[in-house]
């Protein structure tokens, strides 16, 4: 892939609330009908819950408080929920997915050479062409409809389902909501956007082990790394040397401002360079303030990286309660 346009996970800046306690009920937006067991969780975290069959949940949102709240449920758009000033339960409504397919369509029991040609380039684009997309596998392919427009040079990929991702280099079991995917052939640049919860699959001590030595090996040099870095008070950011076009190092102060609340923003208005032990990376931001924190948590929507920060993908990803371990 020439080019990377950063996919988001829909991380965004979260308003702080008086609430810990979240209570609520999850609807269809059209019918207004209570939406049954909808997943409610923190997008790129492994702390979540199920709405009963009434589409009623109650939720501690004490150890993420700083982010916002996922809930995605089989057919609908996720709806991230952003305010908690309010202390009464709130009713949430989810708009249903609903795909306009023109020309081409992909379909599992029709023109296979085609399906298994683009099912291949989603995965490259999607989970990455790393050492731990190789032993990532999506469990239910099937669920997965391919639009594409030739005129348009597009890649379209649609399910209505979460995709079930097995991750045995990690040992994380994966549910990504995926709300779009559009691979532009010609210039060989992608987009795609969606939610992610995961689940820990350490299944033995010897597996726990390898699990320990490859995400320890994943998270360095990650963006999850870069942020947590750049959450501390050093003017040095250890681990990562940051220049910029005029070959000039650059330190905290530099990148970094803060607000009256101690909030942390990156705030550089021109590409930057990233070195770090794994190789090179560049980041362009396209706003003028990054929301991050001492999780890694980034406001994904402002930030575009390339080089090996924008090679990984959903077969990188760590949870952001994730710890280096020894």
Known sequence: MKNFVFFSLLIIYSTVGYSQIIRGTVLDEKTKKPIGFASVYFNGTSDGTVCDENGHFEFNR??????????SAIGYYSFLLTD???????????????????????????????????????????????????????????????????????LKAFTSMP????????????SYYLNKFEYYRKNETFF???????????????????????????YIGSPMHFFRTLSLNDSIIEGFTITNSAFEVL??????????????????????????????????????????????????????????????????????EYKIEK
């Open 62 to 71: 004490f150890k993420h408080w700083y982010m916002p709240l996922t809930i």
């Open 84 to 154: 908690f000033s309010s202390t009464e339960p709130i009713d949430i409504y989810l708009k249903t997915k609903e795909y306009v397919l023109k020309e081409t369509v992909i379909k599992s029991k029709s023109l296979k050479s085609s399906r298994k040609k683009f099912m291949k380039l989603f995965k490259d684009v999607f989970l990455g062409q790393s050492d731990n997309s190789r032993k990532c596998k999506i469990l239910n392919e099937a669920d997965i409809t391919f639009n594409y427009y030739k005129d348009k040079d597009t």
């Open 163 to 174: 995709l079930l991702i097995e991750n045995k280099s990690l040992g994380y079991k994966v």
């Open 251 to 320: 330190k905290l102060r530099d990148i970094v401002v803060q607000d009256s609340s101690k909030n942390r923003f990156l705030c550089y208005p021109k590409k930057i360079k990233i070195r770090s032990s794994k190789g090179i990376s560049y980041l362009n931001t396209l706003k003028k303030y990054i929301y991050f924190d001492k999780s890694g948590y980034f406001d994904g929507f402002g930030i575009n990286f390339t080089g090996d920060m924008g090679n990984r993908r959903v077969a990188d990803l760590l949870p952001f």
């Open 192 to 218: 795609f956007t969606g939610n992610i919860a995961f689940t820990a699959n350490d299944s033995s001590l010897e597996n726990r082990k390898l699990y320990v030595k490859r995400r320890n090996d994943t």
